[in-house]
């Protein structure tokens, strides 16, 4: 049954973009995407359930999360289980709900399947990357190389090739953005209504991506140009990262007070130092035990590492391929920022409330790389729209017709007397006319 669903799940992949691209461009994304999905399964397979790496945690205490669900169906029926009734779903109430679903199919543990599904999900966020470089005036040609580089981005495919949570939380934060894009090219109350089972989802994934995210999709809603002066949205970016941390107001009622937990628990000395002590790959700042002290260096270690001298393990230094490759990205997208500034400064404001607000809040939180390796990765999807404006400015400017040049002026003096003798010539031996 599993290897039905593995089949299954190949053919959905071939139906979600046959249906969402028109058939020449179909017909190019189409093997990438499929490739993209081996790829992804082989992985599986050879090395995350061969254990040849070192790595991982998370998808068995998911899959065991998901037997538990299992187990409450046989007695209590089908129906979504929450943290309340079972303890530890927090923030992965969704992800181990899909998992038990797939291993009531399977009839049993269902590890190969979950994870097929993860990797569909995984490449149709590859088609939602795509759409969304076009909304931000990429053309065909830079889409499409996004599309590649996200598909086949190391941490990505290793993250996406297991039961983790990761590829279906990039799916989500970027689907809810390619919405907010959308609206701010063309409102549709449909695209609204969309995204609230994206966030809803998104709040049994990874909660405090919802507050990430709607400030985006409200601003793209409300339209900035018309409600908001640009200077006035700009300050709307400071408001929101100072927002989050000094969230205030107790109380189990407030919507707020979930986020502030989770931040003020993230933020934590005792958690910070636990986290650089596990995995190899801790870091510590001298920030007085402040969350926002060292905040320079801590953006650094958000936006830049793993750096090339770092030491750590074996996927940590496989982690520097990809960390080359967003380097490449990070300074096109500067350079598609700047092109996005003349342009669309609207769009270039929904994106920077994302991309700023999230970076700096990750900041506030790191204290080992690995965890922030892995849990950047929608910010990197998000930020490399911009990359894709760079390489279409860049394509545009090649193929810009060049002014031909004047020829030498000798040569153009010498056919200027030519074309006088030959006129004295004419008017010499022939009459003149005239009308």
Known sequence: MEYLIVAVAAAMLGVIVQTTFAPQTARRILPVLLAAYAVRIILHLLVMQADVI????????YMDLATKILARWEWEGFHFVTAEQLPGLYSVGAVCNLFAAIMYVCDGPAELACTAVVALISCALCV????????????ESAAFRLLV?????PSFVLHSSDTFKDGINAFLVVSCLGLGLSNLRRFDIRKVMMAAPLLWTLWQVRPYMVFMCAPPLLLSALSPKRILSLRSAAVLIGLLVTGLMVLVGTGDQLLTAPIQEELLHAQSTEVRMFSAGSGGSGVTFEDGGAAWGALGPKLLYTLLSPFPWTDGSLVLQLGKIETAIWYYLLWNAMIGARELWRRDRRLLLVLALFIVSGFIVYATTVANIGLIFRQRMPLMMITSLLAAVAWTRCQARKERPRPRSLPPFHEAATDVDSHRDSDSVRSEGSPARFG
């Open 54 to 61: 070192d790595y991982g945690g998370d998808d068995a205490a």
């Open 128 to 139: 939602v990357i795509h759409k969304m470089a076009t909304l931000v005036g990429a053309n």
């Open 149 to 153: 580089i996200t598909a086949f981005m």
